[in-house]
C-alpha cells in the first residue's frame, strides 16, 4: 500500500490566519490526490481534487498544490467554519488516507 | 445532490459478522461507484472496499478475506458484511460515493465490537 504521511498533526490558528498542511505519500502518486474536510459527527466533505481542483462550491480561499510525493493544502483567511479536521488521501492505487490534521 | 444514510447495529459480538446498509437518495445506485470506508478511534480513515453495478467488486487486500460489498437496486442500497470481527473492528463507518475521490458521504455509523 502506498502510505501517507500528514502534518502536522494538530494545528493551533486563529480567524484571519493563513495556515498549511503537508502530505507525504511513499511513492510518486502523479497527483492523484484528494483532500477532506471533516467535523465530529458530519460527512466529510471533499474539498479538492487532482492536487489542485475545487469541487462546485467550495471556497476559493482553500487551494492545494504539490506534485511526486509532496502535496500541501492551504486555507487562507481562516473563517471560523474552517475549524475541523483535514483528510488527505491517493488514490494512485489502493485508496489510502493520511492520519489527518486537526485544526483548532 | 443525493445523500447518504448508513444504518445497522451499533453492536455486533466478537467472531460474528458486522452487517450494514447504505441508503442513497436522490441519486440511483446504478450510476456511480460505492464505497465502504472506516475510522477507528484515534486512526485514519480506511478504504474498505468499492463497488458498481456493472463490475465485480474491489476490496482493500487488507480486508478482502472477510468483506463482502453489494448492491440492492430495489431499495436504492449499498450494504457491507464483514465477518469474523474482532475489537480490531470496532471503528465508526461511512458509505461514500466515487471511484478515486469521494465526492459524497454519509454521516457515518458507529460500530462497536464487543461480548
Known amino acids: 500500500d502506498i502510505q501517507m504521511t500528514q502534518s502536522p498533526s494538530s494545528l493551533s490558528a486563529s480567524v484571519g490566519d493563513d495556515v498549511t498542511i503537508s502530505c507525504r505519500a511513499s511513492?510518486?502518486?502523479?497527483?492523484?490526490l484528494a483532500w477532506y474536510q471533516h467535523k465530529p459527527g458530519k460527512a466529510p466533505k471533499l474539498l479538492l481534487y487532482?492536487?489542485?481542483r475545487l469541487p462546485s462550491g467550495v471556497p476559493s480561499r482553500f487551494s492545494g498544490s504539490g506534485s511526486e510525493t509532496d502535496y500541501s493544502l492551504r486555507i487562507s483567511r481562516l473563517q471560523p467554519e474552517d475549524f475541523a479536521t483535514y483528510h488527505c488521501?491517493?488514490?494512485?492505487?489502493?485508496?489510502?488516507f493520511g492520519q489527518g490534521t486537526r485544526l483548532e | 445532490q443525493g445523500q447518504l444514510q448508513e444504518s445497522g447495529p451499533g453492536l455486533v459480538k466478537p467472531s460474528e459478522t458486522l452487517s450494514l446498509r447504505c441508503t442513497v437518495s436522490g441519486d440511483y445506485i446504478g450510476t456511480f461507484y460505492w464505497n465502504w470506508i472506516r475510522q477507528a478511534a484515534g486512526k485514519g480513515l480506511e478504504w474498505i472496499g468499492r463497488?458498481?453495478?456493472?463490475?465485480?467488486?474491489d476490496y482493500n487486500p487488507s480486508l478482502w478475506s472477510r468483506v463482502t460489498i453489494s448492491l440492492d437496486t430495489s431499495k436504492n442500497q449499498i450494504s457491507l458484511n464483514l465477518n469474523s470481527v474482532t475489537a480490531a473492528d470496532t471503528a465508526v463507518y461511512y458509505c461514500?460515493?466515487?471511484?478515486?475521490?469521494?465526492?459524497?458521504w454519509g454521516p457515518g455509523t458507529l460500530v462497536t465490537v464487543s461480548s
Open positions: 461514500a460515493r466515487g471511484y478515486g475521490n469521494f465526492d459524497l
Open positions: 487532482a492536487t489542485s
Open positions: 463497488m458498481h453495478i456493472r463490475e465485480s467488486p
Open positions: 488521501q491517493q488514490y494512485y492505487g489502493t485508496r489510502t
Open positions: 511513492q510518486d502518486i502523479s497527483n492523484s
